[in-house]
T-cell receptor
Framework: DVKVTQSSRYLVKRTGEKVFLECVQD?????MFWYRQDPGLGLRLIYF???????EKGDIPEGYSVSREKKERFSLILESASTNQTSMYLC???????????FGDGTRLSIL | KQEVTQIPAALSVPEGENLVLNCSFT??????LQWFRQDPGKGLTSLLL?????REQTSGRLNASLDKSSGRSTLYIAASQPGDSATYLC??????????????FGSGTQLTVLP
């Protein structure tokens, strides 16, 4: 089975902090994704990566950056956290385009 | 722009019933459609993926159908159990033409199966 692991289930940070969310997959998948999920807005794509060191903006990249130095790890960075970034963050991976996406358990992030 | 709709937003049924969840999409030029399950406070679990050339896919008590021309998919759950209670989401994948390369998700149907 595919395993996508997010480093934290719950995280509380303060406004202005730099926040790192980590995601690791164990199936040598090429593509990785970061989403946020908010009530009434559904899942929205923040960034995705087709391969190591490659990244592309999704629908809502403002205020975020990403890093993919190794194939198995995809990091989401909140450069200067703000309260409107309080949300559930979901990481996903897939072998390549057209294949099923597999998700981690999510990180519920609260910015105070 | 592709829009994916799931109606109803919530559904409550007694245990043992067979039920159908609906997913509709506005642009029929899809590559595949994926059904997910999400338990409260958790991530998404992939249930079934139907390619655009397929009519249906089955896994255990689940059967997903796809009618691309009418922009519809259904997820049929047979003999529902309380453990099936969750939110079910569908998502469509477009062909790799660069215009909409990633998944577009519906907002989900929250299913409650009563004991």
């Amino acid at each position: 089975d595919v395993k996508v692991t997010q480093s934290s289930r719950y995280l509380v940070k303060r406004t202005g902090e730099k926040v790192f969310l980590e995601c690791v997959q164990d199936m040598d998948h090429e593509n990785m994704f970061w989403y946020r999920q908010d009530p009434g807005l559904g899942l929205r794509l923040i960034y995705f990566s087709y391969d190591v060191k490659m990244k592309e903006k999704g629908d809502i990249p403002e205020g975020y950056s990403v890093s993919r130095e190794k194939k198995e790890r995809f990091s989401l960075i909140l450069e200067s956290a703000s309260t409107n970034q309080t949300s559930m963050y979901l990481c996903a991976s897939r072998q390549h385009w057209g294949q099923p996406q597999h998700f981690g358990d999510g990180t519920r992030l609260s910015i105070l | 722009k592709q829009e994916v709709t799931q109606i109803p937003a919530a559904l409550s049924v007694p245990e043992g019933e067979n039920l159908v969840l609906n997913c509709s999409f506005t642009d029929s030029a899809i590559y595949n459609l994926q059904w997910f399950r999400q338990d409260p406070g958790k991530g998404l679990t992939s249930l079934l993926l139907i390619q655009s050339s397929q009519r249906e896919q089955t896994s255990g008590r689940l059967n997903a159908s796809l009618d691309k021309s009418s922009g519809r998919s259904t997820l049929y759950i047979a003999a529902s159990q309380p453990g099936d209670s969750a939110t079910y989401l569908c998502a469509v994948q477009h062909p790799p033409d660069g215009s909409a390369r990633q998944l577009t998700f519906g907002s989900g149907t929250q299913l409650t199966v009563l004991p």
